[in-house]
Structures are given as C-alpha cells and as structure tokens.
C-alpha cells in the first residue's frame, strides 16, 4: 500500500497529483481484472487428436469448478466463500473472503466433438481435453494409383 500525501488547500486536485504519486513499479496487481479478482493463467494446446485447456488454480479442489459448454462456447468458472471466526479473551476477529473468475472460450462447430469433452484435476491444474471430431483429424497421407 502507497501513503499519498494530498494537498488539502487545493480543492480541485491537478491532474498531476496521481500521477506522480503512484508506484508504477507495483506489477502486484497485474493478474486482476476490473473488479479486483484473479484470472487464472490459461494454456491452450493443439495435439493431432485433441485440444487440452490448462487452467493454473493451486490451493483449489474440484468441486470449486463449473464448467459448462452451450452453444460451443465452453465457460470455466469457480466460485469460492469462506468465512473465519477467532476469539481470544476479550479480542474477536472475523474475516471474510472471497474468489470467484470466469473464463470463456467459443469452440469451433466443426472441430470439436462436445459429447467426448473431459475435465480433470491433479495438482493445481485443471486440464480440460477437448477432443477433434474423426473428420477434423488429419489423415495420414496414401498413395493414389493412376489408371
């Protein structure tokens, strides 16, 4: 967290005051979105046969995860709560908190095959395999005979 000090003699603030207060070297909160949640990092491979998504989620469980495919749009999303409750003597403490993201990807029509898509955990990893349709896959190259 930054101290700003503010000039309170100037009631309409100049547009420099942020500006030269602000830690710009402060790459803590570059994972964020918008509304101070953390997006997961994705990794997408391509193999032959499938594409698999990698989603980074240490310290989560399965359960934690919905993933829903409508419309070939396959959305990955989690939402966690928790609440602690500690009571010393005369000093109580309760905290809350609370994660949630969600991701979203359009699938193409023609080359996944959405009734053969799985998911698993292991390891902080969620890797969700999304496998080709036959038709989608390359064919291995033949001879064609001339008559």
Same mark, same amino acid.
């Given at each position: 967290m930054t101290?700003?000090k503010?000039n309170?003699?100037?009631?309409?603030?100049s547009?420099?005051?942020?500006?030269?207060s602000?830690?710009?070297?402060?790459?803590?909160?570059?994972n964020y979105?918008s509304?101070?949640?953390t997006l997961?990092?994705?990794?997408v491979?391509?193999?032959?046969?499938?594409?698999? !998504?990698?989603?980074?989620?240490?310290?989560?469980k399965?359960?934690?995860?919905?993933?829903?495919l409508?419309?070939n749009?396959?959305?990955?999303?989690?939402?966690?709560?928790?609440?602690k409750?500690?009571?010393?003597?005369?000093?109580?403490?309760?905290?809350?908190?609370y994660q949630?993201?969600?991701r979203s990807f359009?699938l193409?029509?023609?080359?996944?095959d959405?009734d053969?898509?799985?998911?698993?955990?292991?390891?902080? !990893?969620?890797?969700?395999h999304?496998p080709?349709?036959?038709?989608a896959k390359?064919k291995p190259?033949?001879?064609?005979? !001339?008559?």
């Open positions: 101290l700003v503010r309170s003699d100037n009631s309409f603030p547009l420099f005051d942020n500006f030269f602000r830690d710009w070297m402060d790459w803590n909160n570059s979105s509304t101070n949640t997961p990092a994705v990794n491979r391509e193999n032959d046969h499938e594409f698999t !998504i990698e989603v980074a989620a240490p310290g989560m399965k359960d934690d995860f919905n993933i829903h409508e419309n749009q396959l959305s990955i999303s989690s939402e966690i709560k928790s609440e409750e500690s009571k010393d003597g005369k000093y109580s403490r309760k905290e809350f908190s949630s993201f969600q359009r193409p029509v023609d080359l996944i959405g053969k898509i799985s998911a698993k955990y292991n390891e902080g !990893i969620l890797s969700i999304l080709k349709k036959e038709e390359p190259s033949r001879m064609i005979s !001339i008559k």
